[in-house]
């Protein structure tokens, strides 16, 4: 590199971040990170009319999850502020100002209804979309006289009408672009906002933004950039087009694939870590092997030669199994502290709170292994919280047992229970296996009907580390209270 990386992610607050905005984000971050240079964030909030209320604070809110921290940018400030391009309307102006007065730009002063029209025409004819240049050679009195009726002007770029403009992307290569298929695009709004293509080649030359990472959906904008560099005689960045992320139907990931927010994956409990890794893989890797790589990997390995140049699929169930592996390599006390909030949220509302953390701290191990997000906690430990079990979908009868059968095992469980002294986990054990026998049952009989008497599911954690947990007290009342029904079911 023959001068210092700085990259940028300027998303605009017209929605809330998505996992294909983070994905750029990412991309940025980490090349600037990997080639020790300067990762910047800027607010493109021009697009007054499709502002979106708390966007700004979700995005950056995105970033902190994912621990992508920026260098220059909201809250953080920096020498090339402001970071909001909203702030930074002098700059545009200045530029349009120039490009006008040195004819690379003009006042369009064509009405909505017109352009509507005009575009309708297009498609009756099957041309090409674009603005047919009406206001592009008007005479100095035909502009006072549109200025006269009040009309407020559009101010457009000069695009050249022959010859080509080429860039070389970093991931495609030399791209080509007729100057002859790019119209005059806007610069400036009437409302005096700048569009994308102005405010983002000024911010990213004041900036020194060394290098543009952006989705490919942008390749086809990029000649109308490059176009803008020259007519203002500025260095334009390096160009990185990433392929953009598709859904399991190979078309552009869209919401109705499913929840494509990031800070919905963050409520439905996945671990930063987890996206981090996982968005790290969608269009790049380190060999056709490795799907496990911390923070500390990806900025040591990243490289933009190994970003594809095919789209790649979003795969939720890779995602579910990659963040069970996570949470797995949680230790305990990580697993206690990240899961609370969702238990907090999860858990019936009958349940006490504020939770006793202690007692948490026993139940969280035992149900580790077997959460895929931690959203999960609370219907794999509610059993654990509720006063209460309600055995009508999972009545307390063993496998190839009626009623009476898994009444005389519970009663005889019971009052084994009552004798111990210990109630552990090995005592728990050395006191009922032996039963089974003793009521010629195989251990998988007794064992399942005790363990739908004790939390009215099929599926728990092993079952002596559970009745451990839940205490005496609590077991003895829930085989009672699963006789009781099986009292019921045989009446």
Same mark, same amino acid.
């Given at each position: 590199?023959?001068?210092?990386?700085?990259?940028?992610?300027?998303?605009?607050?017209?929605?809330?971040?998505?996992?294909?905005?983070?994905?750029?984000?990412?991309?940025?971050?980490?090349?600037?990170?990997?080639?020790?240079?300067?990762?910047?964030?800027?607010?493109?909030?021009?697009?007054?009319?499709?502002?979106?209320?708390?966007?700004?604070?979700?995005?950056?809110?995105?970033?902190?999850?994912?621990?992508?921290?920026?260098?220059?940018?909201?809250?953080?400030?920096?020498?090339?502020?402001?970071?909001?391009?909203?702030?930074?309307?002098?700059?545009?102006?200045?530029?349009?100002?120039?490009?006008?007065?040195?004819?690379?730009?003009?006042?369009?002063?064509?009405?909505?209804?017109?352009?509507?029209?005009?575009?309708?025409?297009?498609?009756?004819?099957?041309?090409?979309?674009?603005?047919?240049?009406?206001?592009?050679?008007?005479?100095?009195?035909?502009?006072?006289?549109?200025?006269?009726?009040?009309?407020?002007?559009?101010?457009?770029?000069?695009?050249?009408?022959?010859?080509?403009?080429?860039?070389?992307?970093?991931?495609?290569?030399?791209?080509?672009?007729?100057?002859?298929?790019?119209?005059?695009?806007?610069?400036?709004?009437?409302?005096?906002?700048?569009?994308?293509?102005?405010?983002?080649?000024?911010?990213?030359?004041?900036?020194?933004?060394?290098?543009?990472?952006?989705?490919?959906?942008?390749?086809?904008?990029?000649?109308?950039?490059?176009?803008?560099?020259?007519?203002?005689?500025?260095?334009?960045?390096?160009?990185?087009?990433?392929?953009?992320?598709?859904?399991?139907?190979?078309?552009?990931?869209?919401?109705?694939?499913?929840?494509?927010?990031?800070?919905?994956?963050?409520?439905?409990?996945?671990?930063?870590?987890?996206?981090?890794?996982?968005?790290?893989?969608?269009?790049?890797?380190?060999?056709?092997?490795?799907?496990?790589?911390?923070?500390?990997?990806?900025?040591?390995?990243?490289?933009?030669?190994?970003?594809?140049?095919?789209?790649?699929?979003?795969?939720?169930?890779?995602?579910?199994?990659?963040?069970?592996?996570?949470? /797995?390599?949680?230790?305990? =006390?990580? @697993?206690?502290?990240? +899961? *609370?909030?969702?238990?907090?949220?999860? $858990?019936?509302? %009958?349940?006490?709170?504020?939770?006793?953390?202690?007692?948490?701290?026993?139940?969280?191990?035992?149900?580790?292994?077997?959460?895929?997000?931690?959203?999960?906690?609370?219907?794999?430990?509610?059993?654990?919280?509720?006063?209460?079990?309600?055995?009508?979908?999972?009545?307390?009868?063993?496998?190839?047992?009626?009623?009476?059968?898994?009444?005389?095992?519970?009663?005889?469980?019971?009052? /084994?229970?009552?004798?111990? =002294?210990? @109630?552990?986990?090995? +005592? *728990?054990?050395?006191?009922?296996?032996? $039963?089974?026998? %003793?009521?010629?049952?195989?251990?998988?009989?007794?064992?399942?009907?005790?363990?739908?008497?004790?939390?009215?599911?099929?599926?728990?954690?092993?079952?002596?580390?559970?009745?451990?947990?839940?205490?005496?007290?609590?077991?003895?009342?829930?085989?009672?209270?699963?006789?009781?029904?099986?009292?019921?079911?045989?009446?």
């Amino acid at each position: 590199m023959n001068k210092s990386v700085r990259t940028r992610f300027a998303p605009s607050p017209t929605g809330f971040p998505h996992v294909g905005n983070m994905r750029t984000a990412l991309f940025a971050w980490l090349f600037a990170r990997h080639e020790g240079g300067s990762f910047i964030v800027r607010i493109e909030d021009t697009d007054v009319t499709r502002k979106v209320k708390g966007a700004v604070e979700a995005i950056l809110d995105g970033l902190r999850w994912l621990e992508l921290d920026w260098d220059e940018g909201p809250e953080v400030g920096g020498k090339y502020g402001p970071y909001f391009q909203s702030q930074r309307l002098k700059l545009y102006h200045g530029a349009a100002e120039r490009l006008i007065s040195q004819g690379d730009a003009y006042y369009c002063y064509c009405s909505p209804q017109r352009l509507e029209e005009m575009r309708a025409e297009q498609v009756r004819r099957k041309q090409p979309p674009g603005y047919d240049r009406h206001c592009r050679e008007l005479s100095a009195e035909e502009r006072r006289q549109k200025e006269a009726e009040g009309i407020i002007p559009v101010v457009r770029f000069k695009t050249p009408l022959e010859g080509q403009t080429r860039f070389n992307d970093l991931i495609w290569g030399g791209v080509t672009f007729e100057n002859s298929t790019i119209d005059d695009f806007v610069l400036l709004k009437s409302d005096g906002y700048p569009t994308y293509h102005l405010a983002n080649v000024v911010d990213d030359h004041a900036m020194e933004i060394s290098h543009v990472i952006r989705a490919e959906e942008w390749i086809s904008s990029t000649p109308r950039h490059l176009l803008l560099y020259q007519a203002l005689n500025l260095e334009p960045p390096q160009f990185i087009h990433h392929p953009m992320i598709l859904g399991p139907d190979r078309v552009k990931l869209s919401k109705r694939h499913g929840a494509v927010s990031i800070i919905e994956y963050r409520e439905q409990g996945y671990l930063p870590e987890t996206m981090l890794n996982f968005l790290a893989l969608i269009g790049w890797s380190l060999d056709d092997k490795t799907e496990l790589l911390s923070r500390q990997e990806l900025v040591d390995n990243f490289s933009l030669e190994r970003i594809g140049k095919t789209g790649a699929i979003f795969n939720r169930d890779k995602l579910g199994w990659m963040n069970g592996v996570y949470i /797995r390599g949680l230790s305990p =006390e990580d @697993f206690v502290q990240r +899961s *609370l909030p969702f238990l907090d949220k999860g $858990l019936p509302l %009958e349940v006490k709170r504020p939770l006793d953390i202690d007692y948490v701290r026993q139940i969280m191990p035992l149900i580790q292994e077997r959460a895929k997000t931690l959203a999960d906690v609370a219907e794999l430990t509610k059993f654990f919280f509720v006063d209460e079990l309600d055995y009508k979908k999972h009545p307390p009868i063993g496998k190839n047992m009626d009623a009476a059968a898994s009444a005389t095992a519970l009663e005889a469980s019971r009052q /084994r229970l009552q004798a111990l =002294e210990m @109630f552990d986990e090995a +005592s *728990l054990e050395a006191s009922l296996r032996p $039963l089974a026998g %003793e009521l010629d049952l195989n251990t998988g009989q007794l064992f399942g009907t005790l363990r739908v008497a004790s939390t009215a599911e099929v599926a728990t954690p092993p079952l002596f580390q559970t009745m451990a947990v839940l205490g005496k007290e609590r077991c003895l009342i829930r085989i009672k209270s699963a006789l009781d029904r099986l009292s019921v079911l045989r009446s």
